[in-house]
């Protein structure tokens, strides 16, 4: 049985993958601009062009990663968990997961067996805030309206990102069909 | 199989086919690039352990027992006392061995840096390769594996670091090859960053991943090495592995061979082995300096600590090198072998600073160990003119009468010059990190050693223009005393000098990047 028989149709996917591709693309670069300063002391125009395309790769390849996961937990969990309005869930499912594992970056947070009373913390404030956040959408029909139109916006900046990684795969392949 | 699709396991078990190159070699091998080898030319085995400072051997007077078995081979070699580094840190210091040329002139002075495109066909690999010489280079160090691979095509065997890794999840050399240093910089950004890793998924994947990796490993080996599992940029690796690979090659690769071995041990973090734990507890209180103006300030008593485990795992290191050398006797392999013993930088425990990325150049940090061993040499010879890292790279080719290029600013290292001509001589080393690659230098630490004296010159840090230090080697070694401002005319002499060398090296740079 196909994805779009089963409840998705083509256009909620693709709000998904869009609260996908945008945090992760968005943090990506900003970590990589981050380091830019660094990088233009020793590289030239070329290899930095060539450091952001493989930054997209990865960051194209993440984003794949996340929504699939998002459309394997909607056939795996209850119907009524995720699948039904799978646009506004499993949207603001990519969304949180993003936001909170940038969180987790952070310098104050340090991931590390065992785990810190400051970590468990921090996991079960995620926790708190992706219960909050779903509450709130299921509440409240107006924050669910509001969402999924901020999601038709990203939708458009989702795809500016797209059309770099096409570019940024394009320049990995040349780099290594050239040796760089 | 690709060798970059080899596990470590299966790497180690084809080594043990590598005798029978010894036979098969010449029936399936072109002629090795460049000219025939001079029949009876030595193989060369030169060894860098990463990080080694020579005011940390006993062979060099340290008070500390670290290094016995060098100082047993040293009764066969020739041993230079003050040999320095041309860069605190592994890519300039690197760099400078393999050039023959100062960081000023190769470029290669950033972490993870690059040396400027021509010495990509300027080079030990390329001038050897010339000779006829069967070339195969390895490093544990990522950042020498940048390096090694602007020079690959002039390698007949390139070894991946995971060849000689008990882990390495890395990516870009298996997927990236051809494009190394870009991909290897991305990945490292987006998956290991010690600051902002770039992935928000994957990256969590990966600290998972290498946190089972080291808890199996730290399971297997806690017996053999109490203070963990040596590892750097999450590559866990022993040294014996290494060494062991070492010993193969030396015994089974075409002559003549030319073998760059680069291994981490003794750099952080200091994991030493287990009969090496704790054999420096002792009371000795080094000499008390005050932390530099350029330092975090690290309090003394974890210099103190630190400054141990560095020893104990130099004493580890030295066990090591001691199996290597004992092993090749034993085989015969070192009658047609000069070998080589040196490093890449050294390591400092004083004035607030434990570490090497930094700003200062002082001598435990610039003072490294160089060793030579002729074939059938039987008797120590010791050196103690002024030599530098640079040197290494003309003595070698001096060694197998190859004609040196005039790019190269290192010389042939005394007893094989006379050594009137070294009379005269200036070392520098220099740090540069954060100064643009193609830039005149204007944010950069600077020493000079000439005779007794060694002047330090900081640059371009925060709330400093230009400043200035003297030191007198001989009466000083520890740098505790600044003849700076109490000898006025001496410091004027070699300030004009350095600043003359400086204005040279910065003269093209002039207007920024070509």
Redesign the interface.
Known sequence: MGIYSRGIDRSSLLLVFAFCVF??HV??L???F??LSA?????SLW?LV??????LL??L??SL??AGLILALAFVLPAGWLRQRFALRGSALGLL??IG??A????WVR???PLGGLEIGFVLAVIAVFAGFFWLLHRFERAARYFLATGERILVLSLVYLAMDIAGVLI?IV?????? | MPFSRLSRRDFLKLSALLPLSQMAWPLFASEPKGMQAAAGSPNILLLVFDTLSAAHMSLMGYRRETTPHISAFAERAIVYHNHYAAGNFTTPGTAAILTGTYPWANRAF?L???VDRTFEDRNIFALLSEHGYFQTAYSHNLLVMSLLHQFRRHLDAFIPTRALCLVDNQV?DRL?F??Y???F???T??LN?Q??????????LQ?LVH?ADK?EQRGALQGRFPRGVPELHKLLFVLEDAIDWSILQAESLPNPYFAYIHLLPPHEPYATRREFVNRFIDNWQPDTKAPHFLTKGVPARVLLRQRRFYDEYIAYVDAEFGRLIASLENSGALDNTIVVLTSDHGQSFERGLHGHITPLLYEPLTQVPLLIRLPGQTARQDIRALTSNVDLLPSLLHLVNGKIPGWVEGRVLPPFIDPALAQDRRVYTLEAK????YGPLQKSTSAMVVGRHKLLRYQGFPNLDRQYELYDLESDPAELEDLYPSRPGLAADLQAMLENKLDQVNAQYGRGAP
């Open positions: 945090p992760i943090w990506t900003l970590s990589g981050f380091q990088w233009t002391l020793r590289f290899d060539g450091i952001f395309s493989y930054l990865g960051a390849l993440e990663a996340l997961i993003s594992s940038a987790s970056l952070s310098e991931f590390d067996w990995v780099r290594n069909l050239g040796g760089a | 950033h993870h840096g690059l870009s990236f051809r494009d240093t870009a991909a910089m991305a990945e950004q987006f960053s600051r902002i890793q770039g992935s928000l998924v994957f990256s969590w600290r946190f808890r954060s100064n643009p690659k």
